[in-house]
């Protein structure tokens, strides 16, 4: 019965009997799990009908916090037939442990109304959990293709099924700007749509002549960091500088560095020349934002990008020339790392570390709190982390969840390295031989769905799932014990009649369905 669970917890052993749930069925939580109580009252009561009281104080189902439960984010769950008794090390426990009764009474319980008529059976038993990593990241792009407010609510739901506990939002590039900023309407107003988008990954520059927009407002991103608050989801914002910023730079042209040329959001994909200029001006334009985006998310980490950024423009530049010989750089690169170090600071003065993808290790931007995202490979994340700063592992080689699940003609744009199920599976975050003081500097690890190919919620389902159950796993369950084929039997047997129930449109394991193919389009396999 325990063997159902995904991802695998710790421990669990099965006791004889069960526990039925039914109309006189209490939930009941001490003031600090009262959260996760009320989750569990609101979706369960919404699949099984039953009205899940608050009261009394000794409720059937109840949730008691202690510190001295192993955690953080532990807690120990115990089905006899006449209670349920979670005590959880912190709030985040008590979520977990209430997920894990949810997976226990089975796919129907993942409905939003009632279909089963009962019984809701609770096998007997005690489980006791806690994740490996603190870092459970998955990364979501907004910027290539916008996700309409409530699929991205319903994502943090999907998180949350899947202990999943931080949201990387990747809100601007050059094919979109995201978050309003009150300070400076146009980058929505201008920046938040283009004119159209390239079909696959043709070479040619040709697009589909269809406008494709949205951004959200500063009250949707609130309720957004709220919604996953409640379900113990952090809302890590990224605004991408100095590179991807070709849609800030249409909507404020004194952002770049082409004043003779006035640029569209961009309707491609792939890195472009087009980088923020290295002006008093655009640094102050960026700290403003940024005070934006620290009042709308209280994530205590804030991503400034610092990803791919061609210096050509620089070299050109005459301001920039200036730039480097007031800095002393030798290299344009320098100022890469300048512009970041800028960002870093303010959003330090501001209390907040700052996350970058791993270039800002090499262009000397690193503040000794950054956190480097190891994107190319791990060979940053090791550097980082012998140099004592945090990481978090999410290789492209193994972790771009946009990457194609399988060599089949058939994969829908096929882009990428071949990233399977099972390599999901088996990734292992620590890389071997990485001595014991930089591996407690790996934070954990984050699968990234990038959206270029994926313009629509039901093509991020299919990026997504299967694929984000094993990384669930990779980042939550105890690293001995691993066990593909255990994992492959629960996730066929159990895992995915849950995904079906909660209406998740994932690859099915031997390929996808006619309609989740793409005949015709071009993918551009590594
Ligand atoms: C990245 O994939 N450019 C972080």
Same mark, same amino acid.
């Given at each position: 019965m325990f063997d159902t669970l995904l991802p695998r917890p710790v421990s669990a052993q099965p006791a004889p009997g069960s526990f039925h749930l039914d109309v006189t069925t209490s939930v009941q939580a001490d003031p600090a799990a009262e959260s996760a109580a009320r989750w569990l009252r609101h979706t369960l009561g919404a699949a099984t009908g039953l009205p899940l009281s608050p009261t009394p104080a000794d409720g059937d189902i109840r949730f008691v916090v202690d510190p001295t439960v192993p955690g953080p984010e532990g807690y120990r769950l115990e089905i006899t037939p006449d209670r349920v008794v979670v005590t959880a090390s912190d709030p985040a426990g008590a979520f977990y442990a209430a997920q894990t009764l949810r997976q226990l009474l089975g796919a129907p319980a993942f409905r939003a109304s009632v279909v089963h008529r009962g019984p809701w059976v609770l096998p007997c038993g005690r489980v006791q959990d806690?994740?490996?990593?603190?870092?459970?990241?998955?990364?979501?792009?907004?910027?290539?293709?916008?996700?309409?407010?409530?699929?991205?609510?319903?994502?943090?739901?999907?998180?949350?099924?899947?202990?999943?506990?931080?949201?990387?939002?990747?809100?601007?590039?050059?094919?979109?700007?995201?978050?309003?900023?009150?300070?400076?309407?146009?980058?929505?107003?201008?920046?938040?749509?283009?004119?159209?988008?390239?079909?696959?990954?043709?070479?040619?520059?040709?697009?589909?002549?269809?406008?494709?927009?949205?951004?959200?407002?500063?009250?949707d991103l609130r309720e957004i960091v709220a919604y996953a608050a409640e379900r113990q989801v952090t809302v890590v914002p990224e605004i991408d500088v100095p590179g991807h910023c070709q849609a800030a730079i249409a909507a404020y042209p004194e952002l770049g560095n082409t004043p003779d040329e006035r640029l569209e959001v961009w309707p491609f994909w792939?890195?472009?020349?087009?980088?923020?200029?290295?002006?008093?001006?655009?640094?102050?334009?960026?700290? &403003?934002?940024?005070? %934006? *985006?620290?009042?709308?998310? =209280?994530?205590? #980490? /804030?991503?400034?990008?610092?990803? !791919?950024?061609?210096?050509?423009?620089?070299?050109?530049?005459?301001?920039?020339?200036?730039?480097?010989?007031?800095?002393?750089?030798?290299?344009?690169?320098?100022?890469?790392?300048?512009?970041?170090?800028?960002?870093?600071?303010?959003?330090?003065?501001?209390?907040?570390?700052?996350?970058?993808? &791993?270039?800002?290790? %090499? *262009?000397?931007?690193?503040? =000794?709190?950054? #956190? /480097?995202?190891?994107?190319?490979? !791990?060979?940053?994340?090791?550097?980082?982390?012998?140099?004592?700063?945090?990481?978090?592992?999410?290789?492209?080689?193994?972790?771009?969840?946009?990457?194609?699940?399988?060599?089949?003609?058939?994969e829908p744009v096929p882009v990428g390295y071949l990233t399977t199920l099972q390599d999901v599976y088996r990734y292992e975050p620590v890389p071997a031989g990485l001595p014991a003081e930089a591996a407690r500097h790996v934070l954990g690890a984050q699968a990234q769905i990038w959206t270029e190919h994926l313009d629509s919620p039901r093509r991020v389902d299919y990026a997504a799932f299967p694929r984000l159950a094993a990384f669930a796993e990779v980042v939550w369950s105890p690293a001995e014990g691993k066990d593909l084929t255990g994992f492959e039997q629960r996730l066929a047997r159990h895992h995915l009649s849950r995904l079906d129930a909660l209406g998740v449109e994932y690859r099915p394991l031997d390929g996808p369905r006619p309609w989740q193919t793409r005949p015709g389009v071009p993918g551009r396999p590594r």
């Open positions: 806690r994740p490996r990593f603190g870092w459970r990241g998955c990364l979501l792009d907004v910027a290539r293709h916008f996700m309409p407010k409530d699929g991205v609510l319903r994502f943090v739901d999907l998180l949350a099924a899947h202990k999943l506990n931080v949201l990387h939002l990747h809100l601007t590039d050059d094919q979109g700007w995201r978050m309003q900023i009150h300070r400076y309407p146009r980058l929505t107003e201008i920046g938040s749509w283009r004119a159209g988008s390239r079909v696959g990954a043709h070479r040619e520059l040709v697009h589909d002549g269809r406008p494709h927009g949205g951004y959200y407002t500063q009250d792939g890195v472009n020349e087009n980088v923020l200029n290295v002006a008093d001006a655009t640094v102050t334009f960026f700290c &403003d934002v940024f005070d %934006e *985006v620290v009042d709308v998310f =209280p994530s205590p #980490v /804030v991503c400034v990008g610092g990803d !791919e950024v061609p210096t050509t423009q620089w070299e050109r530049s005459p301001l920039a020339r200036q730039r480097m010989a007031e800095l002393g750089l030798s290299d344009p690169a320098g100022l890469h790392g300048w512009f970041v170090g800028r960002m870093a600071a303010h959003l330090a003065d501001r209390g907040r570390r700052v996350l970058g993808w &791993d270039e800002i290790g %090499e *262009v000397g931007a690193l503040p =000794p709190d950054a #956190v /480097v995202a190891s994107w190319r490979g !791990e060979e940053a994340g090791v550097t980082a982390a012998l140099a004592g700063h945090d990481v978090v592992m999410c290789p492209e080689q193994r972790l771009y969840l946009d990457h194609r699940q399988s060599d089949h003609p058939d």
